[in-house]
């Protein structure tokens, strides 16, 4: 009777672990992104700006905005392109990333970044500025639709 028992007990885990194994997941993605910024400020800055997003055969349209305290000085124009990793729907790159750096522009210079918002959703940009600017803060960024 305790064989019964067992046997029916390993049959019932073993259906189990078989329908938990058939079960496939919602595969997280990666679009591509584009983001057009002007950032300006004195000790306090904000940022304006637009951009879009390619996911699953769509291009949404973005909008950024954003504020930063810290030492900021002057003001430049950024374009970033590069990846949104981890998404599983549209709607994941929208929310708040924040990031702290330092950086400088005289005339024209390269910016790398990786940031990464509350839906786990990692950016990871690369581009140019131009302008003039030097900034060691920390910066947060808002995007939407």
Known sequence: ???RSM???GVIALLALFAFATVSPSQA???QVRLEFVKA?????GSLGSGSMNFGGRTYPLRIGGLSAGFT??????TLVGTARNMRQASDITGTYVAAGAGATVAG????ITLTNGKGVTL??????VGLSFDLDLSGMEIMF
Do not use: D, I, N, P
Request: charged share 15%; aromatic share 14%.
């Open 124 to 129: 990871v940009l690369q581009g140019a500025s």
């Open 1 to 3: 009777m305790r064989f």
């Open 41 to 45: 400020g004195w000790f306090v800055g």
């Open 7 to 9: 046997l029916r007990v």
């Open 109 to 112: 210079g390269a910016r790398v």
């Open 29 to 31: 993605q990666t679009a």
């Open 73 to 78: 000085f002057g003001a430049s124009k950024t």
